[in-house]
């Protein structure tokens, strides 16, 4: 039988898959297919959508993206990679925080998708709306714009981090010594590239939330490299880097170190 630690684990996997299609097909998108990525992340999961067998990916997509998302939730609940809870520690798992709202909003976009039917016609609303529908939500609670704002700076903190993964490797720490040597410059590369993605998303809510510049300019994955594309060079080099995320992803999904679940809480947590 199956024990917790082996199902969550598994789940986490599946989720490092998820993202290996999601950053690959975002990198490979925006090199190749102009009008697609100017549809933002709508335009990742239609390229996803058309594959053969594209709308199995999508809900393996879906399962896996909402595993990765609550894997980095529990890092600002539990700590489960051991970053502390001095003022560093807390920046990093505040970072993994807003990755997890990133990765939630970018599963139920690949919901809409998935939940088409043969006829083209989505069970729910269009994809590409998704993550302003949910800003103009909250845009409309009392103190909804500080909630942004800060969601923004959670994004600047964790892109820091993720520049700061890039040049350095720590990201090492958790993955295998069977891993393939080539790992760590992958991950080096899709970092920074990411980085600078989290930057756009993160500017995107302080903006909304700080600056009333409204919720329809609040960006997701997709919208955020769409916005990148008149930049050229650094346009290009970031969809390179994020394809090499994807691979680097694929990697994490066979070689990256799982925390166990702690058998007595029931909280999963890296052993010493």
């Given at each position: 039988m199956v024990?917790?630690?082996?199902?969550?684990s598994?789940?986490?996997?599946?989720?490092?898959?998820?993202?290996?299609i999601?950053?690959?097909?975002?990198?490979?998108?925006?090199?190749?297919?102009?009008?697609?990525?100017?549809?933002?992340?709508n335009?990742?999961f239609?390229?996803?959508?058309?594959?053969?067998?594209g709308?199995?990916?999508?809900?393996?997509?879906v399962?896996?993206?909402?595993?990765y998302a609550?894997f980095?939730?529990?890092?600002?609940?539990f700590d489960i990679?051991?970053?502390?809870?001095?003022?560093?520690?807390?920046?990093?798992?505040?970072?993994?925080a807003?990755?997890?709202?990133a990765?939630?909003?970018?599963?139920y976009s690949?919901?809409q998708?998935a939940?088409?039917?043969?006829?083209?016609t989505?069970s729910?609303s269009d994809?590409?709306?998704?993550?302003?529908?949910?800003?103009?939500?909250?845009?409309?609670?009392?103190?909804?714009?500080a909630?942004?704002g800060?969601?923004?700076v959670?994004?600047?903190?964790?892109?820091i981090?993720?520049?700061k993964?890039?040049i350095?490797?720590?990201?090492?720490?958790r993955i295998?010594?069977?891993?393939?040597?080539?790992t760590?410059w992958?991950?080096?590369?899709?970092y920074v590239?990411?980085?600078?993605?989290y930057?756009?998303?993160?500017?995107s809510?302080?903006?909304?939330g700080?600056?009333?510049?409204?919720?329809s300019?609040v960006?997701?994955l997709?919208?955020?490299?769409?916005?990148?594309?008149g930049?050229?060079?650094?346009?290009t080099?970031?969809?390179i880097?994020l394809?090499?995320?994807?691979?680097?992803?694929?990697?994490?999904?066979?070689?990256?170190i799982?925390?166990?679940?702690?058998s007595?809480?029931?909280?999963?947590k890296?052993?010493?």
């Amino acid at each position: 039988m199956v024990d917790k630690s082996e199902k969550f684990s598994w789940l986490v996997r599946v989720g490092y898959f998820s993202r290996a299609i999601l950053y690959f097909v975002l990198g490979l998108v925006a090199l190749t297919s102009a009008s697609k990525i100017a549809e933002g992340t709508n335009g990742i999961f239609r390229a996803i959508n058309d594959f053969p067998g594209g709308n199995v990916i999508l809900w393996i997509m879906v399962i896996g993206l909402t595993a990765y998302a609550l894997f980095r939730f529990c890092s600002p609940l539990f700590d489960i990679e051991n970053q502390g809870s001095d003022g560093k520690g807390w920046a990093k798992r505040i970072g993994h925080a807003g990755s997890g709202i990133a990765h939630i909003a970018l599963a139920y976009s690949a919901y809409q998708f998935a939940g088409r039917d043969s006829s083209g016609t989505s069970s729910g609303s269009d994809g590409g709306g998704g993550a302003q529908e949910a800003a103009s939500g909250v845009l409309s609670m009392e103190f909804g714009g500080a909630l942004l704002g800060i969601l923004g700076v959670a994004f600047f903190i964790a892109a820091i981090f993720q520049v700061k993964k890039g040049i350095t490797g720590e990201f090492m720490n958790r993955i295998s010594g069977q891993a393939p040597s080539a790992t760590r410059w992958l991950g080096g590369a899709g970092y920074v590239a990411r980085g600078v993605v989290y930057t756009v998303i993160g500017w995107s809510l302080f903006k909304a939330g700080f600056m009333s510049s409204g919720a329809s300019q609040v960006k997701t994955l997709g919208d955020a490299m769409a916005s990148l594309a008149g930049d050229g060079f650094i346009f290009t080099l970031t969809a390179i880097g994020l394809m090499l995320f994807g691979l680097f992803s694929l990697v994490l999904a066979r070689y990256r170190i799982i925390p166990e679940l702690d058998s007595d809480a029931g909280v999963p947590k890296f052993r010493a």
